[in-house]
């Protein structure tokens, strides 16, 4: 490993970090959206990820798309952390359950989404995060899953489904008070 100016740091190490500062921001995001707004995991998925990134560095960047490299990382991420089996048992909160609070943040609209995304399986859940919330096409969005665009397709479908059905489950009053875009221009 060759050291330059006695920094400590390689190119490699300086190109990296440089792509971290960038891009961290923008991984959280969206692991926030893959994980249905548990902001514990997905920075658990952001660090996964960036540790798999670093160890495949030359690869990353001979990628012809390494944002969809990228993309794929961190859903192969949330696979296998779903995988985990004391992920299962485990549930991350922000508050301690037995301390008083104010009502958690985005309020009783934002939450029947959330728990409706949470309920559907990873790969689902990030082809909605994919084609709706960052408007990828289908056949980028089967890069980023490692499938077919017919799987893609037949993934947003069913999810659709659940996702209106979960929240068409909703009481009247928050049913009329949210709007979710299922399909870019498109309300239910």
Not at 35 to 55: C, I, M, N, R
Not at 73 to 82: F, G, H, I, Q, S
Not at 85 to 91: A, F, M, N, P, S
Request: charged share 25%; net charge positive.
């Amino acid at each position: 490993m060759r050291v330059r100016g006695g920094s400590g740091h390689t190119g490699r190490d300086e190109q990296f970090h440089a792509f971290v500062v960038h891009r961290r921001p923008h991984l959280v995001r969206t692991a926030t959206l893959l994980t249905a707004g548990d902001p514990h995991l997905a920075e658990d998925l952001v660090q996964s990820t960036l540790t798999k990134l670093y160890v495949s560095w030359p690869a990353v960047q001979k990628a012809d798309n390494p944002d969809g490299y990228v993309r794929r990382v961190l859903v192969n991420a949330l696979t296998d952390e779903r995988r985990r089996i004391w992920r299962r048992r485990e549930r991350s909160v922000a508050e301690l359950p037995d301390t008083a609070g104010a009502e958690p943040a985005g309020g009783p609209v934002a939450e029947p989404l959330r728990q409706a995304l949470r309920d559907l399986p990873p790969k689902m859940r990030a082809a909605v995060v994919f084609r709706y919330f960052y408007d990828l096409d289908v056949a980028d969005t089967a890069h980023a899953l490692g499938c077919s665009e017919g799987t893609v397709k037949s993934q947003t479908a069913r999810a659709l489904d659940r996702l209106r059905a979960a929240l068409d489950d909703r009481p009247p009053a928050a049913a009329t008070a949210h709007s979710f875009r299922l399909r870019p221009g498109v309300t239910s």
